[in-house]
């Protein structure tokens, strides 16, 4: 007897693709319905964005893979795609043991297109080229340039279509099956899918008719359907006029007179239309000191004194500052006698010289006791007010409690000081 071998056929599955769900910019579900027929089976879904194909030899990507057992019956299956591009269409097939459901169609939502703004180039005296660049929004989009010397900009230029950047650009593609029910939509331009989610974007516009020597600011603004965005401030600043006279200047005026105190300074400037002075001391302006004349005082003495000018230079208002000067106290003005002749009744007599030929010597003439290891003592003091380059005799009383601590003394000599000036004299006291 003779056996015989029966042959089956494997059971081709049945595999359906379902609606796409949830979309969002950068995501969506894909559903599909798979009815073993009596064979387990793997299957997974296909998808790539316009730009792509599903064939079998192209590159494509896979989402929700998974396996049936033969008794499984019809199933539904679903897969949720994740970092998908915004307004992006994408074709989707559901594969399951080599059987392909027939391809759909899908597109993300789209967004507010993304601006950014380099900074310009190619810029003279009354132009310049602004660039914009961003990310593509996936559906129709212009844009235009904002410019301006403040940032409420006030002039624009024409509006552009948004166009893909240079590297994006693909061979023409098949022409797509129908789009599935709203709100999918499978749109093209002539070189990419519109909406191609990492595609940049990047276009420039001309500015004339600027100012020289000024500065703008300039911005990019993108539209579409789903709303309006800026991108941040960008400032230039155009060349001066090559054909422009120079500006007006004012060299700073200088300080005539010795920096002493009880000296003037004067502020000297050759410019003839000075309308306001003021003095600085140490940078800070000195209260009701607004004349070409400054008397140094006590309260200069140790500072940084300077002059300030406003002027007119062509019917320009300028402002200069003179290099300032260190003010210092007289030198030591008053010479004192070396020796003395104390009278009984205590009065001595020293002979003081003003050397000074520009001021007079005022101040308080002491004598001074040395006492060893000890400060001095004041004995007496007497004021004085001499005239420059004169001579005078001074007289000094010592008490009684002077002459006795003067008695005392190892040695009859005394110290004579002028608080104005002047190195100490010791005296040598006669009998």
Same mark, same amino acid.
């Given at each position: 007897?003779?056996?015989?071998?029966?042959?089956?056929?494997?059971?081709?599955?049945?595999?359906?693709?379902?609606?796409?769900?949830?979309?969002?910019?950068?995501?969506?579900?894909?559903?599909?319905?798979? &009815?073993? +027929?009596?064979?387990?089976?793997?299957?997974?879904?296909?998808?790539? %964005?316009?730009?792509?194909?599903?064939?079998?030899?192209?590159?494509?990507? $896979?989402?929700?893979?998974?396996?049936?057992?033969?008794?499984?019956?019809?199933?539904?299956?679903?897969?949720?795609?994740?970092?998908?591009? @915004?307004?992006?269409?994408?074709?989707?097939?559901?594969?399951?043991?080599?059987?392909?459901? +027939? +391809?759909?169609?899908?597109?993300?939502?789209?967004?507010?297109?993304?601006?950014?703004?380099?900074?310009?180039?190619?810029?003279?005296?009354?132009?310049?080229?602004?660039?914009?660049?961003?990310?593509?929004?996936?559906?129709?989009?212009?844009?235009?340039?904002?410019?301006? $010397?403040?940032?409420?900009?006030?002039?624009?230029?024409?509006?552009?279509?948004?166009?893909?950047?240079?590297?994006?650009?693909?061979?023409?593609?098949?022409?797509?099956?129908?789009?599935?029910?709203?709100?999918?939509?499978?749109?093209?331009?002539?070189?990419?899918?519109?909406?191609?989610?990492?595609?940049?974007?990047?276009?420039?516009?001309?500015?004339?008719?600027?100012?020289?020597?000024?500065?703008?600011?300039?911005?990019?603004?993108?539209?579409?359907?789903?709303? $309006?965005?800026?991108?941040?401030?960008?400032?230039?600043?155009?060349?001066?006029?090559?054909?422009?006279?120079?500006?007006?200047?004012?060299?700073?005026?200088?300080?005539?007179?010795?920096?002493?105190?009880?000296?003037?300074?004067?502020?000297?400037?050759?410019?003839?239309?000075?309308?306001?002075?003021?003095?600085?001391? %140490?940078?800070?302006?000195?209260?009701? @000191?607004?004349?070409?004349?400054?008397?140094?005082?006590?309260?200069?003495?140790?500072?940084?004194? @300077?002059?300030?000018?406003?002027?007119?230079? %062509?019917?320009?208002?300028?402002?200069?500052?003179?290099?300032?000067?260190?003010?210092?106290?007289?030198?030591?003005?008053?010479?004192?006698?070396?020796?003395?002749?104390?009278? @009984? &009744?205590?009065?001595?007599?020293?002979?003081?010289?003003?050397?000074?030929?520009?001021?007079?010597?005022?101040?308080?003439?002491?004598?001074?006791?040395?006492?060893?290891?000890?400060?001095?003592?004041?004995?007496?003091?007497?004021?004085?007010?001499?005239?420059?380059?004169?001579?005078?005799?001074?007289?000094?009383?010592?008490?009684?409690?002077?002459?006795?601590?003067?008695?005392?003394?190892?040695?009859?000599?005394?110290?004579?000081?002028? %608080?104005?000036?002047?190195?100490?004299?010791?005296?040598?006291?006669?009998?």
């Amino acid at each position: 007897m003779a056996l015989l071998t029966a042959h089956v056929a494997a059971a081709t599955p049945i595999v359906t693709l379902g609606a796409v769900t949830d979309a969002t910019p950068h995501g969506a579900t894909l559903h599909g319905t798979i &009815d073993p +027929q009596g064979e387990a089976v793997s299957y997974a879904f296909e998808y790539v %964005d316009g730009n792509g194909r599903l064939d079998s030899w192209a590159p494509h990507e $896979t989402a929700g893979a998974g396996t049936l057992r033969a008794d499984a019956g019809p199933t539904d299956v679903s897969a949720t795609l994740t970092g998908l591009g @915004a307004g992006t269409p994408y074709f989707v097939l559901l594969e399951a043991n080599g059987v392909d459901s +027939q +391809q759909g169609v899908f597109g993300t939502q789209p967004v507010l297109p993304g601006t950014s703004i380099r900074p310009p180039t190619q810029v003279t005296d009354t132009s310049a080229f602004v660039h914009g660049s961003g990310g593509l929004s996936g559906i129709p989009t212009d844009f235009h340039f904002e410019y301006g $010397t403040t940032t409420s900009y006030g002039t624009t230029t024409l509006s552009q279509e948004m166009v893909p950047a240079p590297n994006c650009s693909v061979d023409p593609l098949p022409t797509p099956p129908p789009p599935m029910p709203p709100p999918y939509q499978y749109t093209s331009s002539m070189d990419c899918w519109v909406g191609e989610s990492d595609a940049a974007w990047g276009s420039g516009a001309e500015l004339d008719g600027l100012q020289p020597g000024t500065t703008y600011h300039v911005r990019v603004v993108a539209h579409n359907a789903v709303g $309006t965005s800026y991108s941040a401030d960008e400032t230039f600043t155009t060349l001066p006029d090559p054909n422009a006279p120079a500006p007006p200047s004012l060299d700073k005026p200088t300080l005539a007179g010795r920096a002493l105190v009880g000296d003037t300074l004067v502020c000297q400037s050759d410019v003839a239309f000075v309308y306001d002075w003021a003095w600085l001391r %140490d940078g800070v302006p000195i209260p009701h @000191a607004t004349s070409a004349r400054h008397a140094l005082g006590p309260a200069d003495a140790g500072h940084r004194i @300077a002059c300030r000018i406003d002027a007119f230079v %062509d019917y320009v208002e300028l402002t200069a500052v003179s290099d300032d000067r260190l003010v210092g106290r007289p030198v030591p003005m008053a010479a004192i006698s070396q020796r003395a002749h104390v009278a @009984a &009744d205590g009065l001595l007599v020293l002979h003081v010289t003003c050397r000074s030929h520009s001021h007079g010597c005022r101040g308080v003439l002491a004598l001074r006791l040395p006492r060893p290891g000890q400060r001095m003592l004041t004995l007496a003091h007497a004021r004085i007010a001499l005239a420059a380059g004169s001579r005078a005799s001074v007289r000094l009383r010592l008490n009684r409690a002077g002459m006795r601590l003067l008695d005392a003394a190892p040695s009859r000599r005394l110290h004579a000081e002028a %608080d104005l000036g002047g190195s100490p004299s010791e005296l040598t006291l006669g009998a």
